[in-house]
């Protein structure tokens, strides 16, 4: 049997993120934070709520980072 991750994308989020960026659960939230947009790494961050369906942006990090 094949046990491996489907991803599917259920809403996109506001920053266009490619690749790199870092995801966390917490507090009932999908945090997502860094990552790269094919020319530079991010600083941006966002929380997905599965109850409303919808990202919010939250506060920019920093130090921008790519595969935190």
Request: charged share 20%; proline share 1%.
């Amino acid at each position: 049997a094949n046990n491996a991750f489907v991803y599917k994308e259920i809403v996109k989020m506001n920053t266009k993120t490619d690749n790199g960026y870092v995801l966390c659960l917490f507090a009932g939230l999908v945090f997502a934070v860094g990552g790269h947009n094919g020319s530079k790494h991010l600083g941006s961050g966002e929380t997905f709520d599965p109850l409303t369906a919808k990202w919010k942006k939250i506060a920019s990090m920093v130090t921008q980072k790519t595969g935190v």
